[in-house]
């Protein structure tokens, strides 16, 4: 499970990576053009907002549950046994889960019909209907993630398993010196 999550890790990663340099490399040939040819690409801002921003800013939802960078609060947790601490984690990934499918479920609807209506980015012809669809997929696959730490929490009754590694997550400095 841990060579599946790193692979998916990874994947999501060089994904991102490609879509912000794409992002720069448009913006950069946008504005040299615009300065020395004064002839801007057309439809730049459309492009970046509506293709490259939402890659950048939805990949990495699953990517952060992967990594286990999302932020927790644990003021309660932290002073838990194991036992309970793992109940709780198991409670707030089944809750992430069915949040992230009502997410998905939402988002293919609205997918669905902008693919219908045929939409376009702001008011040109540039179209935009691909992109909801990366809604549904990146929570679908959030929701399939919370399932697998749920499993993990389940089997090693441990709430700070990584599943990248299938070893016990580290803690940062700050929160080993409180």
Not at 80 to 101: D, E, H, N, R, T
């Amino acid at each position: 499970m841990s060579r599946l999550n790193a692979l998916l890790d990874r994947s999501l990663s060089i994904l991102t990576a490609i879509a912000v340099v794409l992002m720069m490399a448009h913006i950069v040939v946008h504005a040299l053009s615009r300065f020395l040819f004064n002839a801007p690409i057309f439809g730049t801002n459309e492009i970046v907002a509506f293709w490259y921003l939402p890659f950048v800013a939805l990949l990495g939802i699953p990517a952060a549950q992967l990594q286990k960078e999302h932020i927790t609060v644990s003021l309660l947790s932290d002073r838990l046994a194991p036992l309970p601490q793992a109940i709780m984690k198991i409670f707030g990934y089944a809750l992430g889960a069915l949040v992230s499918v009502g997410f998905a479920w939402f988002g293919l609807k609205e997918a669905l019909k902008r693919m219908d209506m045929g939409a376009t980015a702001g008011v040109t012809d540039i179209i935009a209907w691909p992109v909801y669809f990366l809604v549904p997929v990146v929570f679908a696959m959030l929701a399939a993630l919370f399932v697998v730490d749920i499993i993990i929490t389940a089997r090693t009754r441990n709430p700070e398993v990584n599943p990248l590694t299938g070893e016990t997550a580290e803690r940062d400095i700050e929160e080993t010196i409180i």
